[in-house]
């Protein structure tokens, strides 16, 4: 190959490259773009399936000298003579009863739908006492009741609590918190609940958040599987499906609906306060209008000085201490900042840091921005 030849070779792979470059610049306007995707049961469920809360009021017992004391938690003293009477025990009127090792408790648990009788639940255990730990405690027997008043499980086992703790002639060390354990598979369902399933001709989805967009995108995907007319959205929050009539065919007829795939659109401009910690969180459909300001920050600082007051030693005062106090305001100012417009949550976040505020100082400019019209968003406070 000599000169010519692969001069005439670079210059075909070059065109090639150019003509390469100039079809990716191209298929960038008119090539669709990865769209934001989730199945059907990633954002609705079957109204009327869900979990059910369970409550109880229980005894933790077997504690190293760490539970209640029943001079400050009497109940804890009722419960333990209620409890021996249904044993056949009795215990003399007026007996001082010092329960060290014993602790109330509150058993909570979450009945998940479609449990059976005999099938066993996690359940939550919290002192409601001044118990100092409950780590090595054993729960005895306690009846888990719903709403209704009805008992739908029995708790009882042994606690699994998740710290540790030491004192010592007024020392104290603690790691997490010991006044509320867990007891893996600590409860029995005894009563099932009965749920909307197999009732009816027609099933409403309930979606997580109220969107006319997913509602309609739900119900599409729904028709496009299932055929036309199976699937309406009734409103924002709700779509109604027409499943099968027979338990099985619904049941597959459930599990193919929840996993198809849908298109989510961006969801609604929000900027979301924690007042308690300062926190914000801002969505990427937030945007920001052209506007101006100016931030400062105020201090206030008070100083107090003991001082000694003495009286003229013929006066027949008291000598004493008062207290001298300084106060002092200090206040920063900041400077009138334009802020340009921002499309995009880069350029919003961009402008906000140029105000070189802190995220409690950010909960004031915002809203104030949200007043002045220049933050298209929604803003929530938690």
Known sequence: MNHQDAHRRTERLLRWALGLAAFLSSAALWWPLPASAARIKEVAAVQGVRSNPLVGYGLVVGLDGTGDQTTQTPFTTQSINAMLQQMGVTVPPGTSMQLRNVASVLVTAQLPPFARPGQTIDVAVSSIGNAKSLR???????????????????????????????????????????????????????????????????????????????????????????????????????????????????????????????????????????????????????????????????????????????????????????EKSDIAITQQGGALMQLPPGAKLADVVKALNTLGATPQDLLAILQAMKTAGALNAEIEVI
């Open 136 to 322: 090595g405690g054993t729960l005895i027997a306690t009846a888990l009741k719903g709403a209704d008043g009805q008992i739908y499980a029995l708790a009882q086992g042994n606690l699994v609590v998740g710290g540790a703790g030491a004192s010592a002639n007024g020392s104290k060390v603690q790691i997490n918190h010991l006044s509320a354990g867990r007891v893996p598979e600590g409860a029995t369902v005894e009563r099932s609940v009965p749920t909307p399933l197999n009732d009816s001709e027609v099933l409403h989805l309930g979606l997580n958040a109220s969107d006319y967009a997913t509602a309609k995108a739900v119900a599409a995907a729904i028709n496009r599987s299932k055929g036309p007319g199976v699937a309406a959205a009734v409103d924002g929050r709700t779509v109604s499906v027409r499943p099968p009539a027979g338990s099985d065919d619904r049941i597959s007829f459930l599990a193919d609906i929840e996993n198809l795939s849908i298109v989510l659109e961006k969801p609604a401009a929000r900027v979301v306060l924690n007042a308690r910690t300062g926190s914000v969180v801002i969505n990427d459909a937030v945007t920001l209008s052209t506007c101006a300001v100016a931030h400062g920050s105020l201090t206030v600082t008070i100083s107090t000085t003991p001082a000694v007051s003495q009286p003229n030693p013929l006066a027949g005062g008291d000598t004493k201490v008062v």
